[in-house]
């Protein structure tokens, strides 16, 4: 079983920033993508940001392009999401996710809120 620990949440003004961390830990053997997807009241999860094994190459929501960034600590199982520029838009609860490739399902951190305000 793997357990997270997500911080960083809170409440910010639009135009702020926010960090977000999710620090993995237990049985953890091997890791491919780390990432953050959102969730907002009334729609669906969604992916905001995926980042590779190395930690070389990642992947972002077009919503998201050139205000967040995701980066990663490959020794310590922990990934980070740098929000700049918050939008009232970007308000949701923010999952952390990691793949393992001995595993058939991804294992999710238990959510953040993020709250923007206009």
């Known amino acids: 079983q793997v357990h997270f620990v997500e911080s960083g949440g809170g409440l910010v003004e639009a135009g702020g920033s926010l960090r977000l961390s999710c620090a993995a830990t237990g049985n953890i053997f091997s890791v491919h993508n780390m990432g953050w997807y959102r969730q907002a009241p009334g729609k669906q999860r969604e992916l905001v940001a995926l980042i590779d094994s190395g930690g070389a190459n990642a992947k972002y929501a077009n919503s998201v392009q050139g205000r967040f960034t995701i980066s990663r600590d490959k020794a310590e199982n922990t990934v980070y999401l740098q929000m700049n520029s918050l939008k009232p838009e970007d308000t949701a609860v923010y999952y952390c996710?990691?793949?393992?490739?001995?595993?058939?399902?991804?294992?999710w951190g238990q959510g953040t809120q993020v709250t923007v305000s206009s």
């Open positions: 996710r990691l793949e393992q490739p001995t595993s058939p399902e991804p294992a």
